[in-house]
């Protein structure tokens, strides 16, 4: 198991930029498998971004590809997104999660470690 805690959401005009860090507890951070989702009010939460363990592997969801850079330090046992160019549809509780594999997962039944969320919102 390994506790999620994220920071860094907040208020922001369309265009504008945030970064969300996701630090984790735990000794063996390497080995999770790390990503981002969100969730609008209203709608089902969903996958945004992820990384690999050594972070040499990145995926996006079409909507953020070209916006949103998802990075790890390992040594901080930290994930980031980084959002530029954010539009008002991108506002959201943005939720960072773990799997302990290797492997590509988009869908939530296959992450079992969640954080607390944090607000994002965009104005227009």
């Known amino acids: 198991q390994v506790q999620l805690t994220e920071s860094g959401g907040g208020l922001v005009q369309a265009g504008g930029s945030l970064r969300l860090s996701c630090a984790a507890s735990?000794?063996?951070?390497?080995?999770?498998?790390m990503a981002w989702f969100r969730q609008a009010p209203g709608a089902e939460r969903e996958f945004v971004s992820s990384?690999?363990?050594?972070?040499?592997?990145?995926y996006y969801t079409d909507s953020v590809k070209g916006r949103f850079t998802i990075s790890r330090d390992n040594a901080k046992k930290t994930v980031y997104l980084q959002m530029n160019n954010l539009k008002p549809e991108d506002t959201a509780v943005y939720y960072c999660?773990?799997?302990?594999?290797?492997?590509?997962?988009?869908?939530?039944?296959?992450?079992?470690?969640w954080g607390q969320g944090t607000q994002v919102t965009v104005s227009s």
């Open positions: 999660a773990a799997r302990l594999s290797s492997r590509l997962a988009v869908t939530t039944n296959l992450y079992d470690n």
């Open positions: 735990g000794r063996t951070f390497t080995n999770y498998y």
């Open positions: 990384i690999n363990g050594n972070g040499d592997s990145t």
